[in-house]
């Protein structure tokens, strides 16, 4: 079984799209804003990866006076279209949010859409605590998060920019939500100069922020550029993977074509290798060189019992890859932790749905221990999945995949990862590249980790070979917790279209 068709790209364009939404605020000039408080602001934006358009956003504030206290309310809607070789996969996310006229949050409220049924979240600030409900599959989730004073809502960074424009030179930091992660975000922002730009419709001088986004429990943040007028209205919006750009456009462009499919996500990001890694299926031990035309390869590469990094150069890093026997886990002094959210139910890995635990105990026990136990839900897993190659879903939660046994290797790996912990296993979720034989290239790929003896230990379901080689290349790892699943693809985001890997030795 060779896992050409699978990968975890469909979320990562999301991750990517969300990112470029909130970075794309209201543009009215600031003389404007203070003579339409009362009336709404509305904006439109296109999106485009790699030249090609996916998809346009659409944004709106309607200030207004409930029980005397004045409030804004905030709606913004993302469509995408894009192929995943060959089908269309259309993820929507749609957000609202009631603020203070000074960008105090009151109330949210996020739909997205990324498997068959929609996640739900919905928040409200009480005191110095959010309260958030996750309503998906049926199920919902409570927690509560700390909310500090000096949080601010979903658009306070274009607020900040509005009210008070950015110099070159100057500097400023805005710790802000992002409703899509549920998370509090600290951006830092830096300006630099103004420069010749390009738009659709043409060149203006703007200028260049150069934007830093810190995401809570990832070590990698998120680079981004935007660029503004000297009244402080973003007109563009960049990320380096994939070449993503969002513009500030009319409704008729943005809606102009619908949500499109001109990109193909699955050949587009494939990364060609020079020769053949061959036997690929059976190598326990791979160096390779790889390159990241913007970045540093060494802080986005993960590191632990089967992989070590070693930089080589501003741009590049050797990764060496060891297979790992889950019978006999080798920590190699690389020992991991587990937290109670690698064992716990989540809105994505809901092991305690009545399907995941009837499913997970079609394992018998006899007398296994975790190693093998863990390998036989692998191998339960391969074996019911029907559709494995099912690209029109972004992402399906564990109980989605329960029911349909469709979908790609993201749906391999959340339904393996639900039922390790229903039986008891810790287990996350790892995203990063497999070597794909039929194209001579790495593609983006998803597979689960189960904590055995000290460490953690990888499996794929997709393959369902009892073990991982070392022609999986991992980038970061998630236990899909509700305040960090979407985070965790910043990685991801980061080396998106823009890597390069070449073989150094197999064994």
């Known amino acids: 079984m060779q896992p050409r068709r699978s990968t975890a790209r469909g979320y990562c364009a999301t991750l990517l799209c969300c990112v470029g939404l909130a970075g794309c605020g209201s543009q009215q000039p600031q003389s404007q804003l203070q003579a339409s408080r009362s009336e709404p602001q509305e904006t439109w934006h296109a999106l485009y990866m790699q030249g090609k358009r996916v998809g346009y956003a659409h944004q709106v504030e309607r200030p207004r006076t409930v029980d005397g206290r004045d409030i804004v309310e905030i709606e913004q809607n993302m469509h995408m279209g894009v192929q995943r070789y060959g089908q269309k996969a259309e993820p929507t996310i749609t957000t609202s949010s009631i603020e203070t006229p000074d960008d105090q949050l009151i109330s949210f409220r996020v739909e997205v859409r990324l ?6 979240f919905t928040g409200r600030v009480e005191n110095d605590k959010l309260l958030i409900e996750t309503e998906t599959s049926g199920q919902t989730r409570t927690r509560t998060v700390d909310w500090p004073d000096d949080a601010r809502g979903v658009l306070a960074v274009e607020h900040s920019l509005r009210r008070k424009p950015m110099q ?6 805005i710790r802000h939500f992002e409703p899509t992660t549920q998370t509090l975000i600290s951006d830092r922002l830096e300006a630099k100069e103004y420069q010749e730009t390009d738009l659709l419709a043409g060149k203006q001088e703007l200028l260049r922020i150069e934007s830093t986004s810190q995401l809570p429990g990832q070590r990698v943040p998120l680079r981004t550029t935007l660029w503004t007028t000297r009244d402080g209205q973003e007109l563009k919006f960049t990320l380096p993977g994939m070449e993503t750009v969002v513009y500030r456009v009319s409704e008729e462009e943005a809606t102009a074509g619908g949500t499109g499919s001109e990109l193909d996500l699955g050949e587009s990001t494939l990364v060609k290798l020079s020769q053949p890694l061959e036997n690929a299926r059976s190598t326990r ?31 590049t890093a050797e990764i060496t890859v060891t ?11 690389s020992r991991g932790e587990v937290t109670d959210a690698d064992r716990k139910p989540n809105s994505k890995i809901q092991s305690d749905d009545p399907r995941i635990v009837s499913m997970a105990r079609e394992v018998a026990d006899d007398d296994r221990d975790a190693g093998a136990l863990a390998v036989a839900l692998e191998k339960l897993v391969y074996e019911k999945m029907l559709f494995k190659r099912n690209y029109s879903t972004a992402f399906a939660t564990a109980a989605e995949v329960a029911e349909s046994l469709e979908g790609d290797c993201s749906e391999h790996a959340v339904l393996l990862a639900a039922l390790l912990r229903a039986r008891g296993l810790p287990a996350r979720v790892a995203m990063g590249l497999v070597y794909s034989p039929a194209d001579q290239a790495f593609a983006y790929h998803m597979w689960t ?13 997709t393959l369902g070979q009892g073990s991982v080689s070392a022609d999986h290349l991992k980038l970061s790892d998630s236990n899909l917790a509700d305040d960090t699943w979407l985070a965790a693809f910043a990685p991801v985001a980061e080396a998106l279209g823009q890597l390069r890997i070449e073989v150094l030795e197999a064994e």
């Open 115 to 120: 498997g068959q049924a929609p996640t739900i």
């Open 168 to 173: 070159p030179g100057e500097q400023r930091e």
């Open 285 to 315: 031990r791979v160096r390779y060189q790889v390159e990241l035309a913007d970045g540093d390869p060494a802080e986005v590469f993960a590191v632990g019992p089967t992989q070590q990094r070693t930089p080589t150069g501003p741009h």
């Open 323 to 333: 297979s790992v026997d889950p019978m006999q886990p080798s920590c190699e002094g």
């Open 449 to 461: 980790e189960v904590f055995l003896g000290e460490c953690w230990v990888p499996l794929d379901a």
